[in-house]
Structures are given as C-alpha cells and as structure tokens.
C-alpha cells in the first residue's frame, strides 16, 4: 500500500519554461512534506519543504504548494535550467508513534531540454 | 561542515556472505537514519536512532539485519547472511535534534548481492 504516489514517472520541458511535479498522499496523519532531488550515484539532496499548516512555501526558483483537502502536493519550478535536470522524490512524515521516518513516493525524472 | 559520509561506495557479493555498512552522520546530529531502495522502487525506511538508541526499527526487513551505533556517533549496518533480494542502494541520513523534518542523505552504498 503506497501512501506517497508519484504517478508520472517523467517529464521533460523547455529550459526558461515551468515545470510542475506532482505528488499526492493517502495518509491524513502525515504533517511535514519534503522534496529532494537525486542525480545519478548520489544520494537524495534536500530541496524543500512544507509543513501542514502552510499552503504554499517558496524559496527562489522552488515552490511548493499543498492542497489538505485534496491530499495533494506540487512543485514548481520556475524558470526551469538544464542542471535541474534529476530524479525528484516527494516525501512525508508523520506524528504517528513519534516516528520521525520518511515516506517516500517512486520518484519522477525530470529533464530539462536546452 | 562535512555531509553524511558512508562506506563503502560499492559491494558485491556472494549470496551467503555478510557484508557491513558504515555511516558517519553530520557532526553534531543526534538522529540517523538507515533506508534503502532496491532496484525502480521507493526508497523505504529501515530503522531510527536517537544518539546511541534505537528509536524505530520498524522498516527492518528481518532479523539478518543488524544495526548498530555505539557511542552515539557512526552506525554500521550488518547483512548476514545476505540473501540476493538484499541488493539495493542502502542510505544513511542524518538530522540535528531541532528541527527533525530535515533529513540529510549520504551517497549511498550500492550493494550487489551475486
């Protein structure tokens, strides 16, 4: 049972253009949501946050948007440069049991064309 | 500051063979954390330690994994006996004790099980 769900694997835009990356979630019990970046044979990179009680957190290029009722999160990235090119994991936490683990959706690359 | 360290990069080995990671966390933070991703799926959560303590182990897949932080610093992960649904990519990530949400990967140690 995947409770963080990235359901496209891919997505490619035009350097300078917008790209959006979507995630949605089933578990109602998760308060702190991330997105972190990977390129190849490194580990995760932590890009940015957000927690529950905001709706939209922005840092530069970045911006992350939550939807509660719709169990939905989204990152745009604006405008998009070819080095933003990478696999991207949405990720959530929760309260539950005081366990401070993250859940992670598949992962989708993103490639941006010069 | 120096980032999550881990070792080996890469192992290979024989099925049967017992294979030991190590993490360094980031100096400093109390929290570690071991996941893993095993070949196009999620990265999935595997234990918590809070300093010298295992907070959650929850994600261990059993009990031919062993891990350990003695002292509160560096931890080291042991497979034994590695079975071939072991490989994966294994990595550590680490956070101070304020502010939990963030959590700081390593590289990873890719983990070929023959």
């Known amino acids: 049972d995947q409770q963080v769900k990235q359901n496209s694997p891919s997505l490619s835009v035009q350097e300078g253009r917008i790209s959006i990356l979507n995630c949605d979630y089933t578990n109602s019990m998760f308060d702190y949501f991330l997105w972190y970046k990977k390129y190849p044979a490194e580990g995760p990179t932590f890009l940015i946050s957000i927690s529950s009680i905001k709706d939209k957190n922005e840092d530069g290029r970045f911006t992350v948007f939550l939807n509660k009722s719709a169990k939905h999160l989204s990152l745009h990235i604006v405008p998009s440069q070819p080095g933003d090119s990478a696999v991207y994991f949405c990720a959530a936490k929760g309260s539950q049991g005081g366990s401070e683990k993250l859940v992670f959706g598949k992962g989708m690359k993103l490639t941006v064309n010069p | 500051e120096a980032g999550v360290t881990q070792f080996p990069s890469h192992s290979v080995i024989e099925k049967g063979q017992t294979v030991t990671l190590r993490c360094d966390p980031i100096s400093g933070h109390d929290n570690l954390y071991w996941y893993r991703r095993v070949m196009g799926k999620e990265i999935k959560f595997l234990l918590h330690?809070?300093?010298?303590?295992?907070?959650?182990e929850s994600g261990m897949p059993n009990n031919r994994f062993l891990a350990e932080r003695t002292g509160g610093t560096y931890s080291t992960l042991k497979v034994q006996p590695a079975e071939l649904e072991d490989s994966g990519v294994y990595f550590c990530?680490?956070?101070?004790?304020?502010?939990?949400?963030?959590?700081?990967f390593g590289p990873g140690t890719r983990l070929l099980v023959l």
């Open positions: 330690f809070v300093k010298e303590s295992k907070q959650d």
């Open positions: 990530a680490s956070s101070p004790w304020e502010g939990l949400e963030t959590q700081y």
